[in-house]
């Protein structure tokens, strides 16, 4: 079955940079595009980048773009999102995703921004 | 963007009860829409895409319906553990957007 782990997450302050990762099992993920989802504190979700299966192809939202890079690796089942220039707002849990349809999620990572 | 406005945002309901959620999108989206529960502290479940069909595992208690712009999400006979949030999704195009959810708690 889909196996979405998270990791990466923790306390930085504003202007910071943060990676997280997310490792993935249980299905062809060289041929599979992901997404990541942040949901802030009592909050619902909201969309932050998509990759495509072969890294080619990058979407992201206005909210975080130009700030945030996902990247992959398929060698290593492994999908990335870089977090640069960091901001309060931008604590949340990352959740990343995969799917056409409907997605499988992760357990999420805790990124808190905060001095 | 295409918005997606769930309605209600709260519903209080009891066990056995049949409840239904509308998820409404601000222009047409075919039937690229999925729907989702989740509980305090854990990810969102995936229950219903493509608009209607059922998730596999997930109970026949759910279904959905709906093209275009507007979509309802039934859940009936009520179990204890269906009490969540709820969220739709539009997979039209991007930026992917999410319903604000609708949180269904026990009456």
């Known amino acids: 079955q889909v196996q979405l782990v998270e990791s990466g997450g923790g306390v930085v302050q504003p202007g910071g940079s943060l990676r997280l990762s997310c490792e993935a099992s249980?299905?062809?993920?060289?041929?599979?595009?992901m997404h990541w989802v942040r949901q802030a504190p009592g909050k619902g979700l909201e969309w932050v980048a998509f990759?495509?299966?072969?890294?080619?192809?990058?979407y992201y939202a206005d909210s975080v773009k130009g700030r945030f890079t996902v990247s992959r690796d398929n060698s290593k089942s492994t999908l990335y999102l870089q977090l640069n220039s960091l901001r309060p707002e931008d604590t949340a849990v990352y959740y990343c995703?995969?799917?056409?349809?409907?997605?499988?999620w992760g357990q999420g990572t805790l990124v808190t921004v905060s001095s | 963007d295409i918005q997606l406005t769930q309605s209600p945002s709260f519903l209080s309901a009891s066990v056995g009860d049949r409840v239904t959620i509308t998820c409404r999108a601000s222009?047409?989206?075919?039937?690229?829409l999925a729907w989702y529960h989740q509980k305090p502290g854990t990810a969102p479940k995936l229950l219903i895409y493509?608009?209607?069909t059922l998730q596999s595992g997930v109970p026949s208690r759910f279904s959905g319906s709906g093209s275009g712009t507007e979509f309802t999400l039934t859940i009936t006979s009520l179990q204890p553990e269906d009490f969540a949030t709820y969220y739709c999704q539009q997979l039209n195009s991007y930026p992917i957007t999410f319903g604000q959810g609708t949180r269904l708690e026990i009456k």
């Open positions: 990759i495509r299966y072969d890294g080619n192809n990058k």
């Open positions: 222009q047409g989206i075919s039937s690229f």
């Open positions: 493509a608009a209607s």
């Open positions: 995703a995969e799917g056409v349809g409907g997605w499988y």
């Open positions: 249980g299905f062809t993920f060289s041929s599979s595009g």
